[in-house]
């Protein structure tokens, strides 16, 4: 079915709570596992298509935030969605309870116990009305950076669309298209303070009345981060600043070469060559077609994917006034549907959107074969090595997409994966600083998220931007503020990421197959097994940044000429 075609209606609450209740004394009164698992089966149809609704509203309400009838939908989603999990959570404290828990085991797997586990522990009725009122900050935030109308080139754009200016190869331009950024974010700056600040505030009350030291843990536990913990993050990160830092501080030295410059400036990081940077041929709809192409090319399944993709209209893509920021892939359960949502603004990133995406739709779509919908995904570390392995295994498509500037792009990408891996471990290591210390004011908020940035990215020189040479940048980070504690998995998928394309470089279909492998067990199996099963070696193993760091320094010199 299309997307425009699918109907909504504002999800039953009372039939829901009645419908659990029911669900929750029929699996208490079954006198087997195999009866117990088939009342598991209902409760998952139930919570797919509550799952559905609420997804389908989310979808319509980011495609124009204007609309008042999708707002108001989504603020009784952000009212109701921690009643509706009262409701499951009693449903899973049966089943965790279960009497036939070994056999069941057989049926469902040992993860999805380990799993409600996780779950029981980061959730209690006593923290719904904590729960309802971080979701409207959430929302509300999104909303404020989605009402952003600044004038730039003699246009009106917003966030999304100023991206292009931001990586222009006129100097200028990239400068002037950062200030006003920063302008906007200076105008809305105590708005976004005390947002965040009621959000940290929020979900440390949250952590504490669960019985956690800080949020940090229950961040973690709610990201179904089932096989480490922050101890291993921590070595993570170590290893970035210890072996990745210096190689890209060398790499950034030899861009400002290219660029003409003595050094980096903050509007200089993210334009790599003097005449710009990589950008793709065609509009979207040529992309989408050449997309099409790649994808029959790549592998029957990944064919059969993106038509099911196209014949249903399963994407938005351009940017336009009222649409919320960024970029995602969402699912759809009820009609076995994922959704790919952009906001294309005609820089190399509109490609690097949608093979990114593309790649977390694909698992989705891979997934419909699994039993239970609840293990169809893994866990975000897992998911995200989906989305950005995707990215890379498209290199010998580039041509399509970018034309004579795909060995531009080559470099480009290769450069931009590295670059990011650093910032994204400072985003982590920034809201984990303030779940840990959540008394800190918004003043020493910034000065901490300029002291990291000097560890993660000391080759940028901020100069006098406003806004961001105050240490402002976290604020435009929407992760930090609607996905706390998240974007460390883009890192650990980013490397991993980088392992497979390592593997392609010597035997593309080889790689892609143990690729699939990884896609195909959806949420079976736990991140560290993901990895492993794949022959790959785990992110925070020690040694295992300065190995990759070697061979990309190696084949990059191809390009030093």
């Known amino acids: 079915m299309k997307f425009s075609e699918m109907p909504y209606n504002r999800p039953d609450i009372a039939a829901a709570e009645k419908k659990y209740t029911e669900l929750t004394e029929k699996f208490q009164n079954s006198t087997s596992a195999q009866e117990q698992y088939q009342v598991i089966l ?35 989603v952000d009212e109701n969605s921690p009643v509706v999990e009262e409701y499951i959570q009693k449903f899973y404290q049966a089943v965790a309870q279960t009497s036939y828990k070994e056999d069941l085991q057989k049926l469902t797997g040992e993860l999805f116990f380990t799993n409600i586990e996780l779950a029981l522990k980061s959730f209690s009725p006593a923290i719904i009305g904590l729960v309802q009122k971080e979701n409207a900050l959430v929302t509300e935030y999104e909303k404020l950076l989605a009402s952003a109308k600044i004038e730039m080139d003699g246009k009106t754009v917003n966030l999304s669309q100023l991206g292009k200016y931001t990586t222009s190869s006129d100097r200028g331009l990239r400068k002037e298209a ?6 906007f974010f200076l105008a809305n700056a105590k708005r976004l303070d005390d947002i965040y600040a009621e959000l940290v505030k929020n979900r440390t009350e949250q952590a504490k009345q669960l019985g956690y030291q800080n949020y940090v843990q229950l961040g973690y536990d709610r990201l179904g981060r089932n096989c480490y913990g922050p101890e291993e993050v921590k070595e993570y990160r170590k290893q970035i600043v210890q072996d990745l830092v210096p190689m890209i501080t060398e790499l950034k030295k030899k861009q400002a070469q290219r660029l ?30 050449d997309a099409k192409k790649m994808y029959h090319e790549m592998n029957p399944l990944t064919g059969e994917f993106f038509d099911f993709m196209t014949k249903n209209e399963l994407f938005d893509l351009e940017s336009k006034a009222g649409k919320a920021g960024g970029g995602y892939c969402t699912s759809i359960p009820d009609y076995q549907a ?23 739709a694909f698992a989705d779509y891979m997934s419909q074969n699994i039993a239970l919908r609840e293990e169809a995904c893994p866990t975000m570390d897992g998911a995200e090595t989906h989305s950005m392995s995707m990215e890379l295994f498209s290199r010998p498509w ?29 985003v982590d290591h920034f809201q984990t600083e303030m779940y840990e210390h959540p008394e800190l004011t918004p003043d020493e908020r910034k000065a901490k ?12 020189d901020f100069e006098d931007i406003p806004f961001f040479s105050k240490g402002g940048g976290y604020q435009r980070q929407h992760h930090i503020y609607s996905f706390p504690l998240y974007y460390i998995d883009y890192c650990l998928a980013q490397t991993t990421a980088l392992e497979f394309w390592s593997a392609s470089e010597k035997d593309w279909k080889e790689a892609f197959n143990r690729y699939l492998t990884f896609v195909k067990a959806g949420g079976t199996k736990t991140y560290v097994q993901l990895v492993k099963s794949a022959g790959l070696e785990l992110p ?3 040694g295992c940044i300065k190995k990759l760091c070697e061979e990309i320094k190696e084949y990059l010199k191809q390009y030093e000429k």
């Open 449 to 460: 998220w300029l002291e990291l940035e000097h560890l993660y990215r000391p080759w940028i």
């Open 338 to 360: 994922p959704f790919i949502f952009s906001n294309f603004n005609g820089t190399a990133g509109d490609v690097e959107v949608l093979t990114h995406e593309a790649g977390h």
């Open 42 to 76: 209902e409760h998952e149809k139930m919570k797919n298509n509550l799952d559905t609704l609420s997804t389908i509203a989310y979808i319509r309400n980011s495609i124009n935030t204007t609309d008042k009838f999708y707002e108001d939908e989504m603020a009784f």
């Open 540 to 542: 925070f193993h020690q």
């Open 398 to 426: 580039d041509k399509l997409f970018f034309g004579d500037q795909a060995e531009k792009f080559h470099q480009y990408q290769l450069e931009a994966a590295l670059d990011f891996i650093p910032y994204g471990c400072l």
């Open 260 to 289: 003409g410059q003595p050094d980096i400036k903050f509007y200089d990081d993210n334009c790599l060559f003097p005449d710009g940077n990589p950008t793709p041929q065609g509009t979207t709809q040529e992309l989408i077609d």
């Open 178 to 183: 950062w200030e006003k950024a920063g302008g």
